[in-house]
C-alpha cells in the first residue's frame, strides 16, 4: 500500500470507532488486535486512543484491524478505504474487480480477507486462498445444472466447475489446451495439498512445517489468478 492509502486507512478506523462509548473503547479496540490500554487513556482522547495504536502497526496489519472493524462497525468510508487499500497492488486489484463483479459480500469478502493477511497470518492466508477457490466454484456449480456433495474438497468441486466451463482437459484436443488446463487442475491441486500441509485447518505434528509469507503470497496469489480466471470465463460464456 502507498503511504496516502494507509493514512486514509487509519483515519477511517478512527472515524468508525469514534462513536463507541469510551468506558469500553480499550477492550473494543484490543480485540481487534490493538495494543492494550486504559479506560482513562481512552476518555482522554477517543481519537488519539486508536490513531496512536495504529500507527505502530505495519500497513498490512492496519489493512487486517481495518477488516475486522469493517466487519462490526460498517462505515462507507472505511469500505471505500479498505477496498482502495486491498486494490493498492496492480495484480490484486484485476483479481478484486473480477471478485467483486461476480459476488461482493462472499468471494470478494473472502479474498480481501486473505490479501490482508499474506504477511500477518501466513496459516490464516492459506487457509482462506482455499476457502476463496472453493466459494468460487461453488457458486458456478449452484449456476449450471451440476451438483456437488457438501463433503466434496476442492479438487472436486474444481474438476466439477471446469467441466461446467468446458475448462476440463479431456474436454479439449489440442494438445497446448490440454496442457495449460491440465496446469491449472495441478495448480488447484497443489493449493488443496499447502493448505492441508501448512495452514492452521489441521493439527500440528511435533515437528510442523511453519507457513511464512511467501507461502502465503504464493497460496493467494495462485488462489486469486485461478479464482478470476474462473469468474471471467463464466461471465463470457454467459454473456
Not at 16 to 42: H, K, M, W
Request: one cysteine or more; hydrophobic letters at 40%.
Amino acid at each position: 500500500m502507498e503511504k496516502s492509502v494507509t493514512a486514509a486507512l487509519r483515519a477511517a478506523v478512527v472515524d468508525a470507532l469514534y462513536p463507541i462509548s469510551a468506558n469500553i473503547l480499550a477492550d473494543v479496540c484490543e480485540a481487534f488486535g490493538l495494543e492494550p490500554g486504559t479506560r482513562d487513556q481512552a476518555f482522554s482522547s477517543k481519537q488519539r486512543y486508536v490513531a496512536t495504536r495504529l500507527l505502530k502497526l505495519s500497513r498490512e496489519q492496519v489493512l487486517e484491524v481495518a477488516q475486522r472493524v469493517l466487519e462490526e462497525y460498517p462505515t462507507e468510508e472505511l469500505a471505500k478505504a479498505v477496498r482502495r487499500a486491498a486494490q493498492s497492488q496492480p495484480a490484486d486489484s484485476m483479481v478484486s474487480e473480477a471478485l467483486a463483479s461476480f459476488d461482493e459480500v462472499g468471494v470478494h469478502a473472502v479474498w480481501q480477507r486473505a490479501v490482508a493477511r499474506r504477511e500477518t497470518d501466513p496459516e490464516g492466508a492459506i487457509t482462506l486462498a482455499r476457502t476463496l477457490l472453493e466459494a468460487v466454484c461453488k457458486h458456478i456449480i449452484d449456476g449450471s445444472s451440476a451438483t456437488y456433495n457438501e463433503k466434496d474438497e476442492l479438487p472436486r468441486l474444481y474438476r466439477i466447475a471446469a467441466e461446467c466451463l468446458n475448462l476440463a482437459p479431456d474436454q479439449h484436443t489440442e494438445d497446448i489446451f490440454k496442457r495449460i488446463l491440465g496446469g491449472c487442475q495441478t495448480i488447484v491441486e497443489g493449493l488443496g495439498a499447502i493448505r492441508n500441509k501448512l495452514s492452521d485447518a489441521h493439527g500440528r505434528g511435533p515437528k510442523p512445517a511453519r507457513a511464512t509469507g511467501r507461502h502465503a503470497a504464493l497460496a493467494v496469489n495462485l488462489a486469486g489468478a485461478m479464482a478470476m480466471f474462473l469468474v471471467e470465463t463464466t461471465r463470457e460464456r454467459s454473456g
